[in-house]
């Protein structure tokens, strides 16, 4: 990369701009585990006005620009894999404004998500996406991911809450995209397209958000099962009986065992499958559905339901079940994951296919998920001590799973995003009249292809 766009940089922005290699290395991976992509420099931006100085600039000099949030992503989405600069809003954490009376929130960024829930709920307030990682991952990345949750089953992912976004653009310009009503319907959905972009169009620099009236009450329950599919049935079942919990997630039993020391909650024993139930809403209501959930998990084979009614045990439960991703990480010696979606009446089969194609593959499956949503996170663990038989394994464990959930009618990705991971399956899922179009939106926003460029669509453009 040209030592004058650095130059140019740091004559723009100063203390911002970072080229000590050792304060560059933590903006080098993510927790995608897809290695090493250093930049040639970093700037962290406190202010949009700074952010559209470097879009300026890299359009300019012609240098990549890869936007990145607080680097959580799964899927290498933040990973500058052609060098140039990485552009990380970690910096800018501010919370604008809280608006009780319109239930709106305008946010930088950098804010993490967590500590937006927290902020809104003093306020009676309630901001619904919670993806696991939400102590540390950022709003901005949230939008640019359309990131889900648990409670995406009744309250929808991240694009349900984005009524507004302010955007820059490569070259500098910016877009005020959207609006502050709760309706709005006036021409192209623009602020829909950029969320779920994964950077790849537009930098985001405030996002507006929609609020809803805080839940007055939660309740949760543990179902185990002694087979996986009667548990994935079990999510059939509920949805048969008109009930709508505000998560519902599943966890197999390798899942299960991988966090059972480490976690304050007590799971059974011996459980192949286990459902965490969670119902919120009016405290009057709350523990007869949670009865008649209860009541469909038995109908579907259930060993063994037990109720967590009161608080400390609901948090220890969804502290454990947010375990589980790093658990199976700690445990094993390479771990690559997938997070596919599929119909909830196509997840009995598909868990039977995953475990069929760790053993063609010699890779232990776990699988955990979202699956009200019929959205599961498969890991492929494996022990050898030769990463690149390991990196194979899945590699050939993951082509054969990509096949049986598109046949099923499921898509690549039920949250995590394509990124670097799963580019070059989109052709795959995607008809080629389709891609087409993506990729003459592509050039429309981006004419130079520098904004995270080799991610999301595969090659050639
Ligand atoms: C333990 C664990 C659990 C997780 N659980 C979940 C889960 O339940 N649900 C879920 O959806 N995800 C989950 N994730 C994945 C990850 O946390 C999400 O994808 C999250 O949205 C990423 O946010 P981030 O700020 O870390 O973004 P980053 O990883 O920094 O970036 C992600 C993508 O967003 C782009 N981006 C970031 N900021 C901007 C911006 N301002 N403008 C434009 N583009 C931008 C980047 O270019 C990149 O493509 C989990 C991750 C971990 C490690």
Known sequence: ??????????????????????AMEPFSTDEST???HPPDVVVRP????????????????RVPVTPRGAGTGKSGGALPVRGGVLLSTDRMQKIYEVDEANRIAVVEPGVITGTLQARVEEEGLFYPPDPASLD???????????????RAYRYGVTREYVLGLEVALLGGDRLVLGRRSPKGVSGYDLTALVVGSEGTLAVIDRITLRLLPRPRAAVA????????????RAVVEMGRSGLLPSALELLDGVCVDHIREGSAYRFPEGAKGVLLVELDGDPERLEIDLIRCAEACEASGAMDVRLATDELQRRRLWEARRMVSEALKAAHRHKSSDDIAVPVGEMHRTVAEIA??????????AVFGHAGDGNLHVSWLCDDEDPRLAARRSARARLELVHHVLGVGGTLSGEH????????YMVLEHPPQELQMMRAIKKLWDPLDLLNPGKLLPEPY
């Open 136 to 150: 540390s991952c950022s709003l901005g990345g949230n939008v640019a991911e359309n990131a889900g949750g648990p």
């Open 46 to 61: 406190t202010t949009p006005e700074e952010i559209r100085i470097v879009l300026r600039l890299a359009a300019e000099h």
């Open 1 to 22: 990369m040209a030592r004058s766009i650095i130059t140019a940089l740091e004559a723009a922005l100063g203390a911002l701009v970072v080229t000590e290699p050792d």
């Open 356 to 365: 069929q194609i760790g053993e063609r593959h010699e890779l232990l499956a």
């Open 417 to 424: 995003g394509i990124g670097l991971r799963m580019r070059k």
């Open 221 to 232: 329950a543990v179902a185990s099962f002694g087979e996986l599919g009667d548990a994935s």
């Open 34 to 36: 897809l290695g090493r």
